[in-house]
């Protein structure tokens, strides 16, 4: 597949999806960059601003490292492609994603990853234990999906939906992880949060006995969090990610 990258397209989309875009690509950036990319495999979408059910989804074949804002992928909700695009995209990789952009309209970024660490917590039986203040903040809205195969079946959509609920964490046993947001830096903060708890989590049962969190800490946690942050979460930690990103290579805004 030729990755060069497209004309620009701030002038052909409405401002706010070419935001949307940004965002994305800058997200994928981001997973490159931190070692959580599997290949050229899993998916990160973002639904575009407006009406209709549309998604930005990346190319197939690209590197996350090589993913711009213009290169991103117009699809609808079965995965084929709404607008002329010289990529073609994965509708079999699309079947998670669908599904919750379907079922959640609060969940207008889904992350999907094959994260060393998070598959690894993905299998074992207990899943991801309170031993660190990071799995607490993953621990307030985390759910599991058990493993039926390859995600091709549309007939699993339903259990996975059921499953996610109305959490944004997501552990995919013996597969990956996903995080849900209502923008790619929600998406990627609660990534970022639990594939960190899930590496803490492996690190530490390489040495001694563990030390639980108690239970009633876990429901302190919500509000503490809105303290540290001020209330803006994601919106506060987003820009410094983006600024890193420039400083290193600004061409996922092309």
């Known amino acids: 597949m030729s990755t060069a990258v497209p004309t620009k397209l701030t002038n052909q989309v409405l401002e706010e999806e070419w935001q949307v875009r940004v965002d994305l690509a800058a997200a994928y950036r981001l997973v490159a960059l931190y070692g959580w990319d599997d290949l050229i495999f899993t998916h990160i979408s973002a639904r575009v601003p407006g009406a209709e059910h549309h998604f930005l989804l990346n190319p197939y074949g690209m590197m996350f490292e090589e993913v711009t804002a213009s290169s991103l992928v117009k699809v609808d909700l079965a995965g084929n492609k709404v607008t002329e695009s010289p990529y073609f995209v994965n509708p079999a990789g699309f079947t998670i994603h669908s599904a919750v952009h379907a079922a959640r309209e609060d969940a207008l970024c889904v992350m999907h990853l094959h994260t060393d660490y998070g598959i690894a917590v ?133």
Not at 147 to 159: H, I, Q, V
Not at 193 to 207: F, P
Not at 231 to 246: E, M, N, S, V, Y
Request: proline share 5%.
């Open 122 to 254: 993905s299998a074992q039986k207990d899943g991801l234990l309170p031993i660190s203040q990071q799995a607490m903040l993953a621990l307030a809205s985390l759910a599991y999906h058990d493993y039926e195969g390859l995600a091709l079946n549309d007939e699993e959509k339903p259990r996975l939906v059921k499953d996610l609920g109305d959490k944004n964490h997501l552990i995919l046993r013996n597969h990956g992880l996903l995080t849900v947001g209502r923008t790619a830096a929600e998406a990627f903060l609660a990534m970022f949060l639990l594939e960190r708890a899930c590496k803490i989590q492996i690190l530490a049962q390489a040495g001694g006995e563990l030390v639980s969190i108690p239970d009633p800490v876990l429901r302190l946690v919500e509000s503490q969090v809105k303290a540290v942050t001020v209330g803006q979460g994601a919106a506060l930690t987003w820009p410094g990610l983006l600024r890193k990103l420039d400083r290193i290579d600004p061409s996922f805004r092309d």
